[in-house]
């Protein structure tokens, strides 16, 4: 699943393409694609037709192109979500869900294989929709308080990686870039929230920060091609990975090998040495 750089990069890749562009016509293939737009498919077509992409914005995983009348339109990319900008007459994606026709003649395509994505109208969303009221800022906006949530962190019963995955407390961390962070803080992903230290918290959270922008610079993480960005590029973060999805493969800091765990119905990579266990675990 995309987390905030893979989001990003697909947010960069709109705003060099199609910012400023005109909406002339929309075809909505897969009704289930707007199935958070509550009016129905044919309400979000024809509310699109003529409106110009005026910005693009993003919070945590989500993102949205202001449109000229103040709404935006909002779109989670989900498990396989890819929008893409294709030249005229570009042969239609396998799994092309939307597609938006501009003024220029290119397309905006919403290519969803698996259909968790989606994209809606949101009203008055342009600055910030209202869908996203309770999806707390992500490390690099403005509003972003690190202060805050180390102690929001501190303040709830539960474990460390629990609570960065938490979107209510800090959004656009997914497991990838938890277990990252957590290894390059020296932190189990089991450790309580109650007993971490201040410095504990601002150190996982500083290591969060870090590990995105190196991820960004690399164009995101791709494990399985569905992820990419506008021009159908992948990113190659994972071979920067140190702890996920390495299972067996030597620590670079210590050479003890990658554990990796049951957890939440997915896993936790952790290096044993750097990352022990707490006494008190919290499940
Ligand atoms: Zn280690």
Same mark, same amino acid.
């Given at each position: 699943m995309p987390e905030l750089p893979e989001v990003e990069v697909v947010r960069q890749g709109l705003e060099r393409h199609v910012l400023d562009s005109k909406i002339v016509d929309v075809d909505v293939f897969t009704p289930r694609s707007v199935r958070r737009h509550v009016a129905g498919a044919t309400d979000f077509a024809q509310r699109l037709r003529g409106r110009t992409l005026t910005a693009t914005r993003r919070r945590g995983k989500f993102l949205w192109l202001a449109l000229d009348d103040e !709404? &935006?339109?909002?779109?989670?990319? @989900?498990m396989s979500g890819q929008l893409l900008v294709q030249p005229a007459g570009a042969a239609d994606e396998l799994h092309l869900r939307i597609r938006f026709r501009l003024v220029d003649g290119r397309e905006l395509r919403f290519v969803d294989q698996r259909t968790f994505g989606s994209m &809606?109208? %949101?009203d008055g969303g342009a600055d910030l929709p209202s869908e996203l009221s309770h999806v707390a800022p992500d490390p690099f906006e403005a509003?972003?308080?690190?202060? &805050?949530? +180390?102690?929001?962190?501190? @303040?709830?019963?539960?474990? +460390?990686?629990?609570?960065?995955? !938490?979107? %209510?407390? +800090? %959004?656009g961390i997914g497991n990838i870039y938890a277990d990252e962070a957590l290894w390059e803080a020296r932190l189990h992903y089991a450790r309580p929230t109650d007993t971490l230290r201040r410095t504990e918290g601002h150190r996982v959270l500083a290591a969060v920060r870090g590990v995105m922008t190196a991820a960004l610079a690399d164009g995101g993480t791709s494990f399985d091609a569905l992820y990419v960005d506008v021009d159908g590029a992948s990113g190659y973060f994972a071979r920067s990975l140190e702890v996920y999805g390495r299972a067996g493969e030597p620590c670079s800091r210590c050479g003890t090998p990658i554990r990796r765990d049951r957890f939440m119905n997915r896993s936790s990579f952790t290096c044993p040495h750097c990352q022990p266990r707490p006494r008190r675990p919290h499940w």
């Open positions: !709404d &935006a339109l909002l779109a989670h990319l @989900g &809606a109208i %949101s509003a972003y308080d690190a202060d &805050a949530v +180390v102690e929001a962190l501190r @303040g709830r019963r539960t474990n +460390v990686k629990r609570a960065l995955l !938490d979107q %209510s407390l +800090v %959004s």
